[in-house]
């Protein structure tokens, strides 16, 4: 018999001799489909099982390291503000509204209102846009009109829109800046599940926190969960021993500015405290329980939304709003 018909061909392709074999399996494998190993070389198919038994590489919190590290739960993020702000300024229907920090009529259905007393009566809106009650608004908003229910009388859905409109294209810059600078770095720590989970609750702390001490104000903005990413950083950096200085500093800076300013300061502590919490959450929990943060998360939520149906009670005894 001559070498020719002696030799073996490729199991992938059978008109390949080869004298090559996978290291691990034995079969004969041409110059195609072999797969370089630290020793010899492997077929397809076993590099393909290793892949599947292999662990997959997770954060130092449990979260999908190389899913967090492309930023993809910041980045839209940071692409739904920018879309809600559009919005907002097409229902105005003026350009004026992206560089001035008026309400528009988006504003007025989707930004967090407690309670307005002493309105029971009604009154317009500037630019007749639509007239507001104590207890909703009422606006004219791509040609139907449209009346919803401020947070008091139901209208809980604001606590989270809110968290996506701005006023101004300056208050939107300035948030997203700072979310894409903290975002990314967090994401990653943590993967994009618990990131996202962390960034809502510290929004929706930032909302309940101004509905219980400031519940006759119109607020909106992202500064509550991007207050909350500060106190998240500050807790995950100590966890894993890197230097804050930097992240105090900021922080500092930014609350002097919401002084002078006079921005929503409780909206502000109220969205700092929420990611303290978040991070105490994350970064007390012991490693081989990390379910834990699921629970801790829940937790939270449920002890908000007992802080706002509280509140909600305060404010129909009150003024008697049902």
């Not at 926190?209 to 998240?232: E, H, K, Q």
């Not at 990611?275 to 959450?281: D, K, L, P, S």
Request: proline share 3%; aromatic share 12%.
């Amino acid at each position: 018999m001559s070498d020719e018909q002696s030799a073996p061909t490729c199991y992938r392709h059978r008109n390949r001799q080869t004298y090559l074999r996978c290291v691990r399996c034995d079969k004969p494998i041409c110059a195609d489909c072999r797969i370089d190993a630290p020793v010899g070389f492997q077929c397809p198919d076993c590099v393909a099982a290793g892949r599947r038994t292999m662990r997959k590489t997770r954060s130092s919190f449990g979260g999908g390291a190389r899913a967090g590290a492309a930023g993809t739960v910041t980045k839209v993020l940071i692409g739904l503000n920018v879309a809600v702000f559009l919005l907002a300024v097409i229902s105005a229907g003026s350009l004026t509204a992206a560089t001035t920090s008026g309400s528009t009529p988006l504003h007025w259905l989707g930004a967090q209102i407690g309670y307005l007393p002493g309105y029971q009566s009604g009154a317009l809106l500037p630019g007749n846009i639509g007239f507001v009650t104590d207890t909703a608004a009422t606006v004219d908003i791509f040609g139907r009109a449209v009346s919803m229910p401020f947070v008091a009388d139901g209208g809980y859905y604001r606590m989270v829109t809110a968290m996506f409109m701005h006023f101004g294209v300056f208050h939107l810059l300035f948030n997203m800046v700072v979310l894409w600078m903290l975002g990314r770095v967090l994401e990653r720590d943590l993967g994009p599940a618990r990131f996202l989970t962390a960034y809502m609750l510290s929004g929706l702390a930032g909302s309940v926190a101004v509905y219980m001490f400031a519940f006759d104000t119109s607020t909106a903005g992202a500064s509550g969960a991007v207050y909350g990413l500060f106190g998240l950083l500050i807790m995950v950096n100590r966890k894993l021993r890197r230097d804050n200085q930097g992240i105090y500093v900021l922080l500092g800076l930014n609350l002097v500015l919401t002084l002078v300013m006079g921005f929503s300061f409780a909206g502000h502590v109220g969205g700092l405290v929420g990611g303290f919490i978040c991070g105490a959450i994350l970064t007390f929990t012991p490693r081989e329980r990390r379910y834990l943060h699921w629970v801790g998360f829940a937790v939270l939520l449920a002890a908000l939304a007992a802080a706002t149906f509280f509140q909600t009670g305060v404010l129909d005894n009150q003024y008697d709003i049902v």
